[in-house]
């Protein structure tokens, strides 16, 4: 059953705590994602992972920075919180890029207090 | 600046009928284009991808048409249903490689009434 999860769904954080959301996936995808979404606007690239430690940043990556250590496992954390890190957070996956199908987790929302 | 332009902002529609949904972007190079649906409060499901010149690809009671001259894609929904109730989102990717970036629209919200 392919599948990516994100934990936790939803999080509620203070300004200048730190913030972990994990994703994961069992399709054995070389590239994994990370997005925020906001109202009225399109989904937004933080990172891309194109394997084991090999990141990019994607547009919008200050105050963000990832892990991935395991294949099926990519982490985005941040480092002190921001009131305006408060957003929809949602972890993709795929076969490789370009035209590959990106397949989608259900999503974190964050909350930044 | 929005290189995605998606139409209308919002539907309402009711069940049993047809609805057209539009996207035109700015993409340039526009490698392919994939329409997305997204339920409330879940990830995004691909619906179809399209990407010749002019492309037309069928999904069921999806249909989707990509004229890359005119840089427009439309997706009707025949027939539609409770279920259909969701945020279309059509994205374009500019380039087949891993140099290539995704450019997403912000959806338009479908609601399908009794």
């Known amino acids: 059953d392919m599948k990516v999860t994100q934990m936790p769904r939803y999080l509620i954080k203070r300004m200048g705590e730190n913030v972990l959301l994990e994703c994961g996936q069992d399709m054995s995808h070389e590239t994994m994602y990370w997005y925020r979404q906001d109202p009225g606007l399109g989904l937004q690239l933080i990172y891309i992972s194109y394997d084991v430690d090999s990141n990019s940043e994607g547009d919008i990556p200050k105050g963000y920075r990832v892990s991935r250590k395991k294949r099926e496992h990519f982490s985005l954390i941040l480092d002190s919180a921001k009131t305006n890190q408060t957003s929809v957070y949602f972890c993709?996956?795929?076969f490789g890029t370009g035209v590959y199908e990106q397949y989608f987790g259900p999503g974190t929302r964050l909350t930044v207090l | 600046k929005t290189q995605v332009e998606q139409s209308p902002q919002s539907l309402v529609v009711r069940q049993g009928e047809n609805c057209v949904l539009q996207c035109n972007y700015s993409v340039t190079p526009d490698n392919h284009l994939r329409w997305f649906k997204q339920d409330t409060g879940k990830g995004l499901v691909s619906l179809t991808v399209l990407v010749d010149q002019k492309d037309k690809t069928s999904n069921g009671r999806y249909s989707a048409t990509l004229d890359k001259d005119a840089k427009h894609s439309t997706l009707h929904i025949t027939a539609t249903l409770l279920d259909d109730t969701a945020t279309y989102i059509c994205?374009?990717?500019?380039?087949?490689?891993?140099?290539?970036?995704?450019?997403f629209g912000a959806g338009t919200q479908l609601i399908v009434i009794p």
């Open positions: 993709a996956s795929s």
């Open positions: 994205v374009v990717g500019d380039r087949g490689s891993a140099l290539g970036r995704l450019h």
